[in-house]
């Protein structure tokens, strides 16, 4: 699997510096960090807008699965961080991996090196 984000500083310098994308289930933002060799790492932001635990740990669950598949085709060296909206609940529901699939895809192709 690809890598993950976990300190805050990552999530900063993805946020301040790094370029975003968004749709009307997600944002995802992209960051080169420097380091060409490297796996793409993630980080993923779901809020309480999103729903209660057991629906943002879903949502959280189907971002991460979608972005694995993806990883390969990806930059190397790039931090991403993907923020679920309030919609993202009721697409994880609605139409499960596909439909997050979808809206990643859409996403991944504007917000590449």
Known sequence: MAGRLSRSADFERVFRKGRSQGNRHLVVYAFPRGAP???PRLGVSVSRKVGGA???NKVKRLLREAFRARAEHL????????VARPEARELAEREGLAGVERALDELLEGVGP
């Not at 930059?75 to 993907?82: K, L, N, Q, R, W």
């Open 75 to 82: 930059p190397a060296g790039h931090d991403f961080v993907i």
């Open 37 to 39: 060799a490297d796996e």
């Open 54 to 56: 057991v629906q943002r």
